[in-house]
């Protein structure tokens, strides 16, 4: 293990592409006593160093929004242009799980491998997903071609966590699907933990009420404790799907406002906390 300084420092930005209005009821198990609005965004996320560039999650396309009744902002496939970047350069993306949302765009990245858990793919192609509860996450004709990819030679099929690069790791954090992934990353403020949807909202880890879809309602419970131990403090964690992180940090530029924050700078005020951090 090298030494903390000698890591490299990587920059990380929130790209938004599509928000949704949602109810208050419709982010917690059980529901919720507020009858309120509770709006939902879609991210993709970059991770850059000086000599590499890391995608996590791909999105959904246009097509997509408009079958599934989502407000597309607009394709974070081409938002990347913003960060000096272009898909086609791009060698690594990492999925944190196969839904639809953060695997749809896959075949934009042609000089990609794929960093998946095992455990994902072998959900997204198993027993539960008969059952439309599980499935209604995944696009089978995306699954399928993860398979071809996997074929192709294209894949890494990782189990358990997996250093992929100096001070670049991932670690499942299943709960949401059988095989979610965390990634863990080393900033100039600390290290930093794109939670993905091991937490939807911040919420969601703040008062232990996992989000409404789900495989495995106690690991979703565990989840939010394997982010907080990995992350540097409460203001380390990123969430999912939730709007506040547009409001937590800026735009890396003027003309980026509400369509990209960097996340390795501080937030503007602390982000919410859970009573079980301990750092
Ligand atoms: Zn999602």
């Not at 799980?97 to 000089?111: E, K, Q, T």
Request: proline share 7%.
């Amino acid at each position: 293990m090298p030494a903390v300084e000698s890591l490299p420092v990587y920059e990380v930005y929130a790209l938004r592409y599509a928000t949704r209005a949602a109810r208050r009821a419709e982010h917690f198990v059980g529901g919720d006593p507020h009858d309120a609005d509770m709006p939902m965004d879609y991210f993709t996320w970059v991770v850059k160093s000086a000599t590499r560039a890391f995608i996590v999650d791909t999105g959904f396309t246009a097509a997509m929004a408009t079958r599934r009744r989502r407000t597309y902002l607009r394709c974070p496939v081409d938002s990347l242009e913003f960060l000096g970047l272009k898909a086609e350069s791009i060698e690594d993306v990492i999925l944190t799980h196969l839904h639809y949302d953060h695997v749809g765009n896959f075949a934009r990245f042609p000089s990609a491998r794929f960093h998946l858990q095992e455990r994902e793919l072998h959900y997204a192609t198993g027993r539960n997903m008969k059952y439309p509860f599980f499935a209604h996450g995944f696009e089978v004709e995306e699954v399928i071609g993860i398979v071809r990819l996997n074929y192709a030679g294209r894949v890494e099929l990782h189990s358990g966590t997996v250093d992929l690069a100096p001070g670049l790791t991932l670690h499942p954090a299943p709960g949401h699907t059988a095989g979610l992934q965390v990634v863990r990353i080393h900033t100039r403020r600390g290290w930093l933990v794109l939670a993905s949807d091991s937490m939807h909202f911040f919420e969601n880890m703040t008062s232990d009420r996992p989000f409404t879809v789900g495989y495995h309602l106690g690991e979703m419970v565990e989840a939010f404790r394997t982010v907080e131990k990995l992350a540097a403090s409460p203001d380390h964690i990123i969430p999912g799907h939730d709007p506040l992180v547009m409001q937590l940090y800026r735009a890396p530029s003027p003309e980026l406002e509400g369509v990209c924050v960097r996340l390795d700078a501080d937030p503007v005020r602390p982000a919410p906390a859970s009573p079980h951090f301990r750092r």
